[in-house]
């Protein structure tokens, strides 16, 4: 074959038909895709972010948290997700809307997050987890985020944000604070409620 | 035969003297370009390493290098994974595939400077990539996370190289069209637009968020299908026949090979989106495209099979083909692996494992990279004049990092199909399923420590050469005595 036009034609013509199959269908498909609206308030589905946990989704990239942590139910009949405890219901595409970065994930070295907000809603335990995770969650391989707490003297009075660490993680005459960072993180963290609400493509079990 | 099955040339104007004389022409050409895009991928390589194997480690031991924002697991693997991927697969692609293109066109290079300066601004968008996703301006979309300044400077950067191939292919000399020229073309213009439009449809001008999971995947998948598998097969095309010094089998197969690789390849991505969020047909179409890759696979490894039968006593003294079949190898497996990954019922365990993670690495690794090290290892001699300076050290680098990766790549797909199975039992406590993976975690330590030290002895051999301290071309640094 020596006709390299004909050759090159057919390299943009296999080329454009995954293109457009795989990146500009599924782009226009959900490019209409509208919010829902809760039958009983009338609010949007799913909600928007407060500020703090739209900073905190920023915090969640930079520190590559979806390494370890997906973001998705998968349905009943294709993992124990809803076993365990994951999500009522499988995550749909309706519940990505609000994600500048939809960081849906691949691995599962960590447990799912879709709806950590509901499993989890305790900010003490979350900045806990982040500073030490083994002091949560014993045996975790998760990385301690100590730099995302300041280690400051102790005053006369007892913060109210300080850390209540165990005796063996604590230094006497500090305290140990989180930054605005972590502050933010664990807000999104919170935040994180994919399937806790009815959509009418996917609704709650009964 | 024809000439065809040939990757160097037997066509009626060349005399064996003017054939000579043409490869030294475009090897003297090439010694500039090809010599900067080689060295820069080596940089990445070492640098790429030392991120993995700090990445490695952390996964065991959590509290290392625990306390530094930069030095976190979620920054240091990111860094790893594009700095192994754009600095050392993607410019050892850009060296090997453009200087193949110019013995097969029988082109020597002619933007020379310009390439030259695409070396170094290939340089430039990794340093600008690697510290932005050190400094915490990672994406977060996995194969992308470089922050979009260093995907423009990279794209830039690719441009000169893709000016430089359709040059080529317009001065090619008459005569038959090798297949390693189809491969090598399609690959210079796939990547470019696959990076660019995965740019622009997640940063510069997003799609809504449910979207953004089959582009990034449509890339990710491609990246590796459609830019690191034809330069690779188009190596394994090009130095098969020519070590062995036999036509290469079937011209017509190679011919089946390359349109079926083109027309499923580029379909298959979306087998790492099952379960997700996704309307039927999209994975649907996916898993089915995988599947039909047996049919480029097959055909592949039939060929080149076919071609090395008789010769197999060649890897015994041939580094290079010694590197390239062991990659051409590989790349069957991982093939045959990949296919069997995408049907949803094995899909179910492996999805969100380890078991995805030492699959990755099969086909990077023991495909992709192993293979331009067999093609550096082939043309660093002709564009420097200077051999390597010793063949215990291309055994060592080749045995340590074959070990490395088979070792790697078995007791991770262990520990990853355990830890499906425990996921996919909810009465198996999540903590347990982190537990059971500890001691592969760590044998993957071990595994990335052997590759590493080979990546060092093939950096001080490479040094040696281009610092001149080894013997000028003449007698072949040979593994063992090549029989008469």
């Not at chain 1, 490019?31 to 909600?47: N, V």
């Amino acid at each position: 074959m020596n006709h390299f036009r004909i050759v090159f034609l057919g390299f943009l013509l296999t080329f454009a038909s995954a293109w457009v199959g795989l990146a500009v269908l599924p782009s226009r498909y959900f490019a209409t895709l509208p919010f829902a609206h809760d039958p009983a308030t009338g609010a949007e589905l799913p909600p928007p972010l407060e500020p703090l946990a739209q900073r905190g989704a920023q915090v969640y990239l930079a520190n590559g948290c979806i390494y370890c942590h997906s973001q998705q139910v998968r349905p009943a009949d294709a993992g124990s997700d809803i076993a365990r405890g994951w999500g009522q219901r499988r995550t749909v595409a309706r519940d990505y809307l609000r994600d500048r970065i939809a960081v849906m994930g691949t691995m599962r070295t960590g447990p799912d997050l879709s709806n950590i907000g509901v499993r989890n809603p305790s900010d003490a335990w979350h900045l806990l987890h982040l500073y030490n995770p083994q002091i949560t969650s014993p045996g975790s391989i998760m990385p301690p985020f100590r730099f995302l707490f300041d280690k400051v003297k102790a005053g006369p009075e007892p913060r109210l944000d300080a850390l209540s660490l165990p005796p063996q993680e604590s230094t006497p005459g500090y305290d140990i604070i989180p930054n605005a960072d972590a502050r933010a993180l664990v807000a999104y963290l919170k935040s994180l409620r994919r399937s806790s609400y009815n959509l009418p493509e996917e609704p709650l079990p009964d | 035969m024809t000439s065809a099955s040939l990757p160097y040339n037997e066509h009626h104007q060349e005399t064996p003297e003017t054939g000579v004389r043409l490869r030294v022409e475009v090897d003297r050409a090439a010694r500039e370009p090809i010599t900067a895009l080689f060295v820069t991928a080596v940089f990445w390589l070492l640098l790429g390493s030392v991120l993995a194997l700090v990445s490695s480690i952390k996964m065991h031991m959590p509290g290392f290098l625990a306390d530094a924002a930069w030095l976190t697991f979620g920054r240091v693997r990111p860094g790893h994974l594009d700095t192994v991927i754009y600095g050392w697969a993607s410019a050892s692609s850009m060296g090997a595939g453009l200087w193949m293109m110019s013995r097969l066109c029988r082109a020597p290079i002619r933007y020379r400077r310009l390439l030259l300066a695409s070396a170094a601004l290939w340089n430039v968008g990794n340093a600008i990539g690697l510290v932005g996703v050190l400094a915490g301006w990672s994406t977060s979309v996995e194969w992308l996370e470089y922050p979009p300044l260093a995907a423009l400077v990279l794209t830039v950067a690719f441009l000169p190289v893709m000016v430089e191939a359709v040059s080529m292919v317009r001065r090619r000399q008459p005569g038959h069209v090798y297949v390693s020229q189809w491969y090598i073309l399609a690959g210079i213009f796939w990547f470019p637009w696959l990076y660019a439009t995965a740019q622009v449809l997640i940063f510069w001008h997003p799609v809504s968020g449910p979207a953004q999971p089959p582009v990034n995947w449509w890339f990710a998948h491609n990246v590796l299908g459609l830019w690191f598998t034809p330069v690779g097969l188009a190596a394994a095309y090009y130095f098969i026949p020519k070590i062995i010094g036999k036509p290469l089998h079937s011209y017509y197969l190679s011919m089946v090979g390359f349109w079926s690789l083109a027309f499923f390849y580029a379909w298959n991505g979306m087998h790492h989106l099952i379960g997700g969020p996704f309307p039927a047909w999209l994975i649907s179409v996916s898993v089915v495209a995988s599947v039909m890759m047996f049919v480029p696979v097959i055909t592949v490894a039939v060929n080149h099979h076919l071609t090395m039968r008789g010769s197999f006593g060649a890897l015994r003294w041939s580094p290079t083909l010694r590197f390239v079949v062991f990659a051409a190898m590989s790349y069957t497996l991982v093939s045959f692996q990949g296919s069997l990954m995408a049907i949803r019922s094995l899909n179910r365990l492996t999805h969100f494992t380890h078991y995805t993670i030492a699959h990755a690495h099969l086909g990077m690794y023991a495909f992709v990279t192993m293979m331009m090290f067999g093609a550096i290892y082939y043309i660093v001699p002709r564009l420097t004049g200077r051999e390597w300076p010793s063949a215990t050290a291309i055994k060592a680098h080749f045995w340590l990092c074959a070990i490395g990766v088979i070792f790697y790549w078995l007791e991770l797909s262990i520990g990853g199909f355990l830890q499906g199975l425990a996921l996919l039992d909810e009465k198996v406590p999540f903590i347990a399923t982190v537990k059971l993976t500890l001691p592969y975690l760590e044998l993957r330590s071990l595994a990335g420590c052997m590759m590493t030290l080979g990546h060092f002895i093939f950096a001080w051999s490479l040094w040696r050469v281009l610092a001149g301290h080894t013997a000028a071309t003449g007698k072949a640094t040979l593994l063992a005595p090549q029989p008469a």
